[in-house]
Nanobody, 128 residues
Framework: QVQLVESGGGLVQAGGSLKLSCAAS????????MGWFRQAPGKERECVAA????????YYTDSVKGRFTISRDNAKNTVYLQMNSLKPEDTAVYYC?????????????????????WGQGTQVTVSS
């Protein structure tokens, strides 16, 4: 079982930046792919970015490509989401999640639905 704690959310103006962090504990962090998801009011939760256990492969949803960067520091058991050029439509609660299976790094469309062990979320609000 893994425990995840997100931080770094807040209120920012459009065009600004935020960096989210997710600290993991409880199991071998470096063996599992990690992901960032978001859920806006009235919308389904979506995966915005994911990173393989090794950091060698990443996934981004189309709406954040070129603006968001996911990274991980396995020595610190932490995954990050750098968000630049933020837009009002990025407003949501952002969640960190971990893959349930070790050592997966490709086939994101199959991996992402298998993410679990959700954190409590951090609110990101982008004003226009």
């Amino acid at each position: 079982q893994v425990q995840l704690v997100e931080s770094g959310g807040g209120l920012v103006q459009a065009g600004g930046s935020l960096k989210l962090s997710c600290a993991a504990s409880g199991r071998a962090f470096s063996s599992y792919a990690m992901g960032w998801f978001r859920q806006a009011p009235g919308k389904e939760r979506e995966c915005v970015a994911a990173i393989a256990w090794s950091g060698g492969s990443t996934y981004y949803t189309d709406s954040v490509k070129g603006r968001f960067t996911i990274s991980r520091d396995n020595a610190k058991n932490t995954v990050y989401l750098q968000m630049n050029s933020l837009k009002p439509e990025d407003t949501a609660v952002y969640y960190c999640a971990a893959d349930r299976t070790r050592y997966r790094s490709s086939g994101w469309q199959a991996i992402i639905p298998d993410f679990g062990s959700w954190g409590q979320g951090t609110q990101v609000t982008v004003s226009s």
